[in-house]
């Protein structure tokens, strides 16, 4: 299913041809990647390995966003809303049942998908703006029964929560787990009939009902798939930070994940990692290049808001000039690379 | 009677605001959620003209009415141009990119603290009883004159002048509108200057009544759902939806419980857009384009 | 010191510096909600320990204090305090933010056996007697206290039978002192009449403070941030209820209590305002201006105590400094104040908050054109 990258290699079989990687090449990088991932948490530091954790936790949310938004073409602006369901879950059921992680993983996914499907409703009568609005208005309401929750039952600060790892390698290892199966399963399901038609009403909505996809379906499932992984992102998330509050899931956590969704690149599962890695470390790049240009004592005060900013400006310069993300960024340079002394593709691929 | 007061000022809060979303999504269907953050903009406007022009309040107004429509041409001259014709998911996001990168430089221009204009500016915000009992505050009362006149003036401006038809040609059906000679730009341009200017009047009253600080940003967003109440590109639509959010919230506020009133204004927007997705008085053509 | 992300890697591998000094790590709300009552905290604070520095030290050694904005983010504030804790080495951690900052540092503190010192922010009740081991607070805050030192005030000042309202944002914590106010004022012979929680980005507070003046209470106790506090009071008077109003004196209460100009709003808190000009009122003035803050003097009495907090416990911490040996000295702490508080600050094994917290009750007088102060300093005993 994927295009041949390179000449002389022949599918023969269907399940060659299904394979996600077909090159000696492709294979000799993906053994790459693995071992680095795989050897990071014994060569980095304390700093270096939480922010792998976090890029790696954010990850499993941006590929839950990416699948909705990115290939079936919901405009979800409720996804902290998802998140807080599923930390809010496994934090009730911990403090008012003591269970552990086996009961409230699939807890949270089991609220994730309910809400999943009641986020959904809307979109079956709503596109574009509107839909976008309603699930804002739903996030809005998951947050406020949060903070019901959490002052009612008088943990003002914050719901404390006891994880079953604490070392970070360990959370390095269960996380990449955790991103590594969220890909896999995403691949596959896009490449399924879900994903087929998923894709189909992102294009044209019409046209798909008339060749026979149920859109109704299809809509419901994209959103019910992308909140139950979200809220399961949100329960890891949960026992990550060993606490749960409202305020950790603002509407900026939202924005957080569109951009990497947006910035990586839309319609691409490697697009929602870089994304990922772009928002992730982003703030941390912005001090970096501060201390490198000696702003940083006079702006120390400020930091934050310079962040802000160039959040900001980042978005808005990635959306005027490169709307194909870093995913076209990547692909540009990958080109570069295969095509070389070449430059352009040959006519028809 | 006191209610009805409060109700009043409430509305006229929503409804100076949703004038801004309403404007703008009308002519160039683009929704601009950075719309909080320019009527923060125009509030701190006022809190500069107000420190410069100290001693001639009046000018400092002027002044600062005049800075908020540039400061919205200078938006869309800037970026939004760019994002016409971009997919809605762009647009919208751009506009949110854009309220970000606005609230982090209103904080490294102005810093954190609490600021208040209307000190600078001399005035006191008095209260004024009438109907026996009610009793409203001075900045509220001319929330309500101004909405009043705004609504009333946007209302001629689009009917009986060239610009102003100009401006409906063009969210109509924007391909014939530039056929037909009308220069879209300059259009949008003027929405944009239109939507910001009446925003930022909104921030400045605000900011007279209570100071300027974070959560006038959020104020913004709350007055969104009015407008979508009232149907995204009406704004006969945006004043009855802000009437209807403002009751319900204090009302509520009133009889039940304080707290809902942060979360009322999107109930009311579900149950709209579960009900009748385009609002009250918005043309239902609208979604299906989209 | 920080590195760049791609020097870290490379850094990881190296030994970390030798310390020469006293490393003590703050996380605060520098920018974000709030940051209008934490920024100054931190920046009077960190001017304070530069003074000190320029003394010559604390036993000879300079103190170096890093600050690292959370802006009131759980998620930064956990990354900070890692950061803080496994790369900088710092042998004291330092809370000023939000309370939803607290969970996250409290479990890194307690992993790193650090003690974690909330300096400025909301004290959290495991720094009341029977103290949480590693928490300590020298905020002028006191959950329960406050509203018991407001409710005595009241009590003492009424001349008639006391019809109290009540107000709060709707933040846990506010609602939470509301709701023990509210019941603490019927066992002292005081009818609450009305209690009204009002949502954080509320336009018009004006259908809250009706709610409230439509009771008709002649006294109303508000303890939240300062923003809720003070637009109910000026709603309610715009609505023409002219009774008493006690709220709690944020750091803004000196400068806010000039500006509203009204003669029964009284502002009740613990620490000194400037109006009473002590020699250590000169010396903030001084050290703050050489540091080029720029926030209003009289704003920044808290992270001036907070300043000699630091430099008294560490002080009593010999060289070379671990976490033990400051957590045994602040265990056995007394500071003074110099006339800041209404005492010394006093810490033991026990009580992580203080011994004794004492207030003081102001008003405008505008007779006199001037802030009076209505009640002087009154001890409430810091109890299990």
Redesign the interface.
């Known amino acids: 299913m994927s295009e041949p990258r390179a000449s002389g290699y022949f599918r023969t079989t269907y399940g060659r041809d299904l394979a996600l990687l077909d090159t000696r090449a492709q294979k000799a990088w993906l053994a790459l990647l693995c071992a680095s991932l795989l050897a990071l948490p014994f060569?980095?530091?304390?700093?270096?390995l939480?922010?792998a954790n976090?890029v790696l936790l954010t990850s499993i949310g941006a590929v839950a966003l990416m699948l909705l938004?990115g290939y079936a073409g919901q405009?979800s602006l409720g996804h902290a809303g998802l998140l807080a369901a599923g930390a809010f879950t496994t934090g009730i059921l911990f403090k008012e049942f003591g269970a552990p992680f086996w009961v409230t993983l699939p807890a949270s996914a089991a609220v994730g998908a309910a809400i999943g499907f009641l986020f959904g409703l809307?979109s079956l009568?709503?596109?574009?703006?509107?839909l976008?609005?309603?699930t804002?208005?739903?996030h809005?309401?998951v947050l406020?029964a949060g903070?019901?929750y959490?002052?009612r039952r008088?943990?003002?600060?914050?719901v404390?929560i006891d994880s079953p790892i604490?070392d970070p390698r360990a959370w390095y290892f269960t996380l990449l787990a955790a991103a590594v199966a969220t890909i896999l399963f995403s691949l596959n399901l896009l490449r399924s009939k879900t994903g087929r038609s998923w894709r189909a009403i992102h294009a044209r909505e019409a046209v798909a009902e008339a060749l026979g996809i149920d859109v109704r379906r299809a809509k419901l499932s994209a959103f019910v798939v992308s909140c139950t992984l979200t809220s399961i992102a949100g329960c890891l998330f949960a026992y990550y930070?060993?606490?749960v509050?409202a305020?950790?899931f603002s509407?900026?956590v939202t924005?957080q994940y569109?951009?990497t969704v947006?910035v990586g690149g839309i319609g691409s599962i490697l697009g929602a990692v870089l994304g990922t890695l772009f928002v992730v470390?982003f703030p941390?790049?912005i001090?970096?290049l501060m201390?490198?240009l000696g702003l940083a004592e006079r702006l120390?005060?400020?930091?934050?808001?310079?962040?802000?900013?160039?959040?900001?400006?980042a978005?808005?310069l990635f959306?005027?000039f490169e709307?194909q993300g870093l995913v076209g960024i990547w692909r540009r340079v990958q080109a570069w690379f295969l095509l070389w002394p070449f430059k352009q593709r040959p006519v028809g691929r | 009677m006191q209610l009805a007061v409060n109700i009043a000022v409430l509305a006229a809060i929503y409804a100076l605001i949703s004038c801004g979303y309403v404007l703008i999504y009308r002519v160039s269907r683009v929704l601009s959620l950075a719309h909080g953050e320019l009527m923060m903009l125009g509030a701190y406007g006022l809190a500069a003209t107000a420190s410069l022009f100290s001693g001639h309040p009046l000018v400092a107004i002027a002044a600062s009415i005049a800075l908020a429509f540039l400061v919205g041409v200078a938006v869309y001259a800037a970026l939004m141009w760019r994002m016409t014709g971009e997919s809605v998911l762009a647009a919208v996001l751009a506009t949110i990119a854009l309220g970000i990168l606005l609230r982090g430089a209103m904080v490294l221009a102005f810093g954190n603290q609490t600021q208040y204009p209307l000190q600078s500016l001399g005035w006191t915000n008095a209260s004024i009883a009438f109907g026996g009992s009610a009793r409203v505050s001075a900045a509220g009362l001319t929330l309500i004159l101004l909405t009043a006149a705004v609504y009333a003036g946007l209302f001629a401006f689009l009917r009986m002048t060239r610009w102003g038809i100009r401006m409906r040609a063009a969210g109509q059906n924007p391909l014939l509108a530039a056929q037909r000679g009308i220069r879209l730009h300059g259009v949008y341009a003027l929405a944009w200057g239109l939507a910001t200017l009446t925003g930022g009047m909104a921030g400045m009253l605000i900011a007279c009544d209570a100071g300027i600080e974070s959560t006038l940003v959020t104020i913004g967003l709350k007055a969104f759902p009015a407008a979508l109440v009232g149907g995204l590109d009406s704004l006969a639509g945006a004043l009855v939806g802000s009437l209807v959010v403002a009751s319900a919230e204090v009302l509520l506020i009133h009889f039940v419980d304080p707290l809902l009133s942060d979360v009322v204004p999107f109930f009311v927007l579900l149950a709209m857009l579960a009900v009748r997705p385009w609002g009250l008085f918005g043309t239902r053509e609208e979604l299906d384009r989209v | 010191m920080k590195k760049t992300v791609l020097g870290i890697v490379l850094a990881a591998a190296l030994p970390a510096a030798a310390q020469d000094a006293y490393v003590v790590g703050v996380s605060a709300a520098m920018t974000g909600p709030g940051a209008g009552i934490y920024a100054p905290v931190v920046d009077a604070m960190k001017a304070y320990l530069d003074h000190v520095n320029a003394r010559g030290g604390v036993n000879g050694k300079q103190v170096r204090l890093i600050v690292q904005d959370d802006g009131a983010e759980p998620s930064r504030a956990a990354a900070n305090a890692k950061r803080l804790l496994a790369q900088d080495k710092v042998v004291l951690l330092i809370n000023t933010s939000l309370s939803s900052t607290y969970a996250p540092m409290v479990a890194e503190a307690r992993r790193a056996e650090v003690p974690l010192y909330f300096g400025g922010s909301v004290c959290p009740k495991d720094t009341y007697p029977p103290a949480d081991p590693l928490q300590f607070c020298s905020s002028a805050f006191g959950a329960n206290l406050d509203s018991q030192g407001a409710l005595a005030f009241v009590k003492a000042q009424a001349k008639e039978p006391v019809r109290i309202g009540f107000a709060a944002m709707a933040i846990p914590i506010a609602r939470a002192e509301i709701d023990y106010a509210e019941g603490l004022s019927k066992t002292m012979g005081m009818t609450p009449v009305a209690k009204q929680i009002s949502p954080p980005p509320a336009p018009d507070y004006t259908p809250f403070a009706t709610k409230l003046k439509d009771a008709n209470p002649n006294w109303v106790f508000s303890w939240s941030p300062w923003v809720s506090q003070v637009r109910t009071f000026e709603a309610l008077r715009r609505l023409g209820w002219s009774g008493r109003y006690l709220t709690w004196a944020h750091l803004n209460a000196e400068d806010e209590l000039a500006r509203i100009r009204d003669g029964e709003f009284y502002v009740i808190g613990t620490n000194a305002l400037f109006q009473d000009d002590l020699p250590v009122h000169a010396e903030i003035r001084a050290v703050t201006h050489r540091a080029n803050l720029k926030y209003p003097v009289t704003y920044l009495t808290e992270g001036f105590i907070a300043g000699l907090v630091i430099e008294s416990a560490l002080k009593a911490t010999p060289w070379p400094p671990t976490p033990k040996k400051v957590l045994a000295a602040m265990n056995n702490l007394k500071v003074d104040l110099k006339g800041l508080r209404g005492g010394p600050l006093e810490w033991t094994r026990e009580n992580h908050f203080r011994i004794r917290q004492h207030y003081r009750v102001w008003r405008w007088d505008p007779a006199k054109n001037a802030i009076v102060r209505v009640q002087d300093w009154q001890a409430i005993e810091v109890k299990r």
């Open positions: 060569l980095a530091g304390a700093f270096v939480d922010l976090q938004t405009i809307p009568r709503l596109r574009g703006l509107y976008a609005v309603s804002l208005a739903l809005f309401l406020h903070q019901e959490e002052t008088g943990f003002s600060t914050g404390v604490q930070r060993g606490f509050s305020e950790a509407l900026f924005i569109v951009a947006i470390l941390y790049g001090e970096a201390r490198a120390a005060s400020v930091v934050f808001a310079v962040n802000y900013a160039a959040f900001g400006l978005m808005i959306l005027v709307p």
